[in-house]
């Protein structure tokens, strides 16, 4: 994609964009759900081998600053052409920000510093995992999970791409064939938001390092308080003062921008995908390799079903994780008999994470359908009301499907005695997890 072109389906809203960007900017994060407004371009990337050519290509017309957000960001041959980019850009007096998960990343952190750091790109760590222990420390089992790179504050990436090739596994080495995984770009007010939240990890993670010397510059401040409000500004997500709504006209591409966070908006990205699965009335089509939905999500799906809305779930069936898989697995009788379909990918590994319902209503991000998902980590969708996304979406979701095996009710009815037992001890080591998270109540 050329970065001065527009992305697929694309028009433009018109005189009032900067209106309704400005609404959008002010009021997004105060909304529990996602805030959708008009005037936006999406164009849907397959894999690395789309996402990473025009990420690059984009930062390499940077012209003042480039942020990007990921949870991998992998020493490999894709993890060089995109370090190669952001070097180059930064070179060249480009203000550039990294931020990478100090668990996803911390394998390759050692190249990133020596990559990024000469050329002056500003390179952060969230929450970093010196040692192993470290994971036992209050909050540190909340990771940076989202997948976002905004260039100049006019064209975004969200998705579930991180940045690694997409034969490349850090569990399983190379494969022949890629995994399936999928991220947006984007243009229009939707970018806004996008950017505010990139800015923000890159701050939180790089105030949290600097701690002991933030303390010591206000300490001998003269303006003590003008320097921790600048340091507040920092670390805020949305901006200070408020502004009228944006506009829910149907202007085409209508989107929306969505986090899942530890302040404001813990279930948004969940509240979201209720909200969308209850206004079903003929599909739902979801993507998840980690799924293990709470009892309101599982209700959801089951109500919908009996409604007579086709249910189509795809999972993993070729399994990075076995834990991830046995917990999906231990649901699959309760949904199955309520008329929900499942579907298990095995030509590759699945990292997809999209939504389809009926024929206006997508979502591609990074946020599994999981507790981690839900309830700890840092996670980004777009969600997307336009029926031309929609149908380019619903195909890669059929031909998935294609290569799919469909599972049957009698096969998970024979497991018997020893399938309620999984199911039990998947329970019980998620409410563990959870607790010791931090997360309590039910799930």
């Known amino acids: 994609m050329s970065p001065g072109a527009p992305p697929s389906h694309r028009r433009r809203g018109g005189d009032d964009d900067a209106a309704h960007a400005s609404a959008l900017l002010h009021n997004w994060y105060d909304h529990p759900r996602a805030l959708f407004c008009g005037g936006n371009e999406v164009k849907l990337l397959r894999g690395g081998c789309e996402l990473f050519p025009a990420m690059c290509e984009a930062i390499a017309a940077a012209r003042h600053e480039v942020w990007l957000a990921t ?47 000469p050329a002056g790109v500003e390179l952060a760590v969230f929450r970093p ?45 190379y494969s022949e064939a890629p995994r399936l995984d999928y991220a947006v770009a984007v243009r229009g007010p939707v970018v806004g938001p996008v950017q505010q939240t990139a800015r923000a990890m890159w ?30 500004r920092r670390l805020r997500i949305t901006p200070p003062l408020k502004s009228l709504a944006c506009s829910d006209a149907e202007r085409p591409v209508r989107a929306a921008f969505v986090v899942r966070d530890n302040l404001r908006q813990r279930r948004a990205i969940e509240r979201s995908y209720i909200d969308a699965l209850r206004r079903a009335r003929t599909r739902i089509d979801l993507v998840s390799p980690y799924f293990y939905p709470g009892h309101l999500f599982r209700r959801t799906l089951r109500d919908a079903a009996r409604r007579g809305v086709q249910v189509r779930l795809l999972l993993q069936g070729k399994l990075d994780y076995r834990i991830a898989g046995l917990a999906a697995q231990v649901l699959y009788d309760e ?54 996304f929609v149908r380019e979406l619903a195909a890669e979701f059929n031909a998935a499907i294609a290569v ?9 009815r024979a497991r018997g005695f020893w399938g309620a037992l999984r199911r039990g001890f998947v329970a019980w080591s998620a409410h563990v997890y959870l607790r010791v998270a931090g997360i309590t109540g039910r799930y």
């Open 335 to 388: 949904l199955l008999r309520h008329g929900v379909r499942i579907f298990e990918y095995t030509p590759a590994f699945l990292h997809a994470k999209i939504a389809l319902v009926d024929d206006d209503w997508a979502t591609v991000g990074s946020s599994n359908i999981d507790p981690l998902s839900l309830l700890l980590n840092l996670e980004a969708n777009v969600m997307v009301r336009d029926p031309d």
């Open 203 to 232: 701050s939180r993670a790089a105030f949290g390092h600097d701690w002991p010397e933030e303390m010591k510059a206000l300490a001998r401040s003269s303006e003590p308080v003008a320097r921790v409000r600048a340091l507040l």
């Open 404 to 412: 799919s095996r469909e599972v049957q009710a009698a096969q998970v």
């Open 129 to 173: 995992v010196r040692r192993w222990w470290t994971l036992l420390q209050p909050g540190q089992l909340r990771r940076l999970h989202q997948k976002l790179c905004v260039v100049d504050g006019e064209l975004g990436f969200v998705g579930g791409i991180n940045i690694i090739d997409d034969c490349n596994d850090l569990n399983h080495g």
């Open 71 to 117: 949870y991998i960001f992998h020493d490999d041959e894709a993890g060089r052409l995109v370090a190669d980019a952001l070097v180059a850009a930064a070179r060249r007096g480009v203000r550039v920000h990294v931020v990478v998960d100090g668990f996803g990343s911390k394998a390759s952190l050692p190249a990133l510093q020596q990559w990024l750091a």
